[in-house]
């Protein structure tokens, strides 16, 4: 029996997560036409089987981030062609889905949390760039030792 008082005492208490009505606005949240927008960055993972990558860019994104994790791969990408580490140019398809005046109140009230939009991110191109050719080559003489 204690079992059932400890489920009645919970299922009295104010809910710790989303209200239903909130969960089912950000579930049924409508994207509209994508951005592209152009950032550099680097690989951090690569996930073969699920053709995504967790990516870091130099520039912010929209909301802010400049980590976008599990983001999904065009088919035309050769994943064995990618290197962690290394410079990218990303075209990026940005899908947004503003929410409502309801939901963007309970998320700043009770999450302490500013967000007005949900945001979903697919590459549509990348490049690998050429940064050590921006590089001035080593001097062969050195300076210092020359006096």
């Known amino acids: 029996m204690p079992r059932a008082k400890k489920a009645e005492s919970q299922e009295g208490k104010e809910e710790e997560g ?3 009505w909130a969960e089912n606005e ?3 949240a409508q ?3 994508p951005e592209i927008m152009t950032r550099t960055g680097y690989i951090l993972e690569i996930y073969e089987k699920d053709r995504r990558l967790d990516i870091q860019v130099y520039e912010p994104m929209p909301d802010g981030r400049v980590i976008i994790e599990g983001i999904s791969l065009p ?3 050769k994943i ?6 290394f410079v990218y140019e990303f075209k990026i398809n940005v899908y947004t889905a503003p929410l409502g005046e309801k939901v963007i109140e309970l998320l700043k009230a009770k999450f302490n949390l ?3 939009a949900i945001f979903n991110f697919e590459i549509k191109e990348l490049a690998l760039m050429d940064v050590e050719s921006d590089m001035p080559a080593p001097s062969s003489v050195d300076d210092g030792d020359e006096e």
């Open 31 to 33: 994207f509209g036409e």
């Open 26 to 28: 950000i579930k049924s």
């Open 18 to 20: 989303l209200p239903k």
């Open 75 to 77: 088919k035309d990408v």
């Open 80 to 85: 064995n062609d990618l290197m962690k580490g």
């Open 114 to 116: 500013d967000m007005r």
